[in-house]
């Protein structure tokens, strides 16, 4: 089964468009780090989309796609223990009440 270059750029820029939107407006830490996570798939998903419209039979973009995956888990749990280190000292994930590196 052959998926359109179109469909991928599409939901890719969907996601993206997501992403942003819970990155720009949420409060919540939990929610900034899933829209950072839903920017790295809509990376992933124009990975794999121009993987397979540029080299159908290589599999560059599954490879780097692969890798990303790899950084964003690394990244989510890191963030997450950032998270609840800061949870359990402030009693809160809203991120306007987080001013620990502030001077």
Same mark, same amino acid.
């Given at each position: ?13 969907? *996601? ?22 839903? *920017?790295?798939?809509?990376? =992933? ?14 599999? %560059? ?22 998270? *609840? ?13 987080? =001013?620990?590196? %502030?001077?």
């Amino acid at each position: 089964m052959q998926v359109e270059l179109e469909f991928c750029l599409l939901l890719a820029a969907a *996601l993206f468009c997501i992403g942003i939107y819970g990155l720009v407006t949420s409060r919540n830490a939990v929610r900034v780090l899933m829209s950072i996570e839903l *920017l790295l798939n809509a990376v =992933n998903i124009n990975l794999i989309g121009f993987s397979n419209f540029l080299d159908p039979v290589g599999i %560059k973009g599954q490879v780097f796609t692969v890798f990303v995956i790899t950084v964003a888990a690394a990244e989510a749990a890191v963030g997450l223990a950032i998270v *609840l280190a800061i949870y359990r000292n402030r009693e809160t994930t809203d991120m306007e009440q987080f =001013n620990l590196l %502030k001077w």
